[in-house]
């Protein structure tokens, strides 16, 4: 349908004119030759806002047709790292010239933002189905049956800066969909790597790990600290060893926890690691004797009921990974 053109100021003028002196919307139309529909709309105009002047618009018009709109949303749903340069590139080959901004701002409307990619462990599809199988086989249990579990792990914590990040249309809940994601491969350098385990009566001990850890490295650490946290936090007979590697451990006689690999989603102990993380930025360390001193004073402080809300909680842990069919999820 074509645009009509617009009256003029004069015209506009003539119509209020006309209806003042008390003639129809009818009679002016046809002394004009315009539509009643056009001379009724310039006469309320008048009557609300007592000017025929174009009223300011609400925004500007839309750059982009609802076809370009359908057009970019469906891109960066399939490919959510999609950048703004090759949409604004899409729209030109389709003959709409726009800049970054407008695209921003368009798919905005659509719910889409750009985030941070969220880093997530590389899963494969045997990754996958074994965490659904532990999933699905422990759902049932109860919860005293996790109390009497000792978590453990290692993490790395940097004196300054952040690992670098990468951008992903998508939108609000969908931050750990596989497409949102950017895989990573555990250790990779850092300040301090530290060992540390915790149950649901609180942490246990936290070690700083000074040499590239190993297998044989690892067997010492745990002969080591493993059994005096467990006497520290009086753990029941028969309590369970959370961890990957098993043989060792079946050998020593520890009751061990089938695990599945690159689930760090299901271990509770990488929310005290967040917890410590934050407890140590704020102290603000400056060099690394200060901040293997400040890790261990805030390690020690954590309460154990914050241990024990992390444990009271591995139920829905479970059902996440159910429900997120074995991906990652957003513990």
Not at 129 to 136: C, G, H, I, N, P
Not at 319 to 328: E, R
Request: charged share 30%; proline share 5%; net charge positive.
């Amino acid at each position: 349908m074509a645009k009509t053109k617009e009256l003029s100021k004069d015209t506009r003028n003539k119509i209020v004119d006309l209806h003042q002196v008390g003639k129809t919307e009818s009679a002016i139309g046809k002394q004009l030759g315009l539509k009643k529909s056009t001379v009724g709309a310039i006469i309320r105009k008048w009557k609300t806002y007592k000017t025929t002047d174009n009223l300011p618009r609400s925004g500007a018009p839309r750059k982009i047709s609802p076809r370009g709109v359908k057009m970019i949303t469906r891109t960066v749903s399939k490919n959510p790292r999609t950048t703004r340069g090759d949409l604004v590139n899409d729209l030109q080959r389709a003959g709409t010239k726009v800049t970054k901004p407008t695209i921003s701002n368009t798919l905005r409307r659509q719910g889409l933002k750009s985030c941070s990619a969220r880093r997530v462990p590389l899963l494969k599809p045997v990754h996958v189905q074994a965490r659904l199988k532990f999933a699905r086989e422990h759902l049932d249990d109860p919860d005293e049956d996790w109390e009497n579990v000792i978590w453990s792990d290692e993490t790395k914590i940097e004196l300054f800066g952040k690992n670098s990040t990468r951008r992903v249309w998508r939108t609000k809940n969908a931050e750990l969909h596989p497409k949102n994601t950017i895989p990573t491969v555990k250790h990779g350098g850092g300040n301090i790597m530290l060992w540390g385990c915790f149950s649901a009566k609180g942490p246990g001990r936290l070690i700083r790990v000074k040499e590239r850890m190993n297998g044989a490295m690892y067997r010492e650490i745990l002969s080591e600290n493993l059994l005096p946290s467990a006497r520290a936090l009086k753990m029941k007979r028969g309590w369970v060893f959370q961890h990957e590697t098993k043989e060792w451990l079946r050998k020593k006689h520890f009751k061990v926890l089938e695990w599945p690999s690159q689930s760090p989603d299901l271990n509770p102990i990488e929310n005290l690691w967040r917890e410590l993380k934050v407890r140590v930025a704020q102290r603000q360390p400056q060099n690394i004797t200060a901040l293997e001193e400040i890790c261990m004073e805030e390690w020690a402080k954590i309460p154990a009921t914050v241990c024990e809300n992390l444990v009271k909680t591995y139920r829905k842990r479970l059902t996440s990974v159910i429900a997120n069919k074995g991906y990652i999820t957003k513990y």
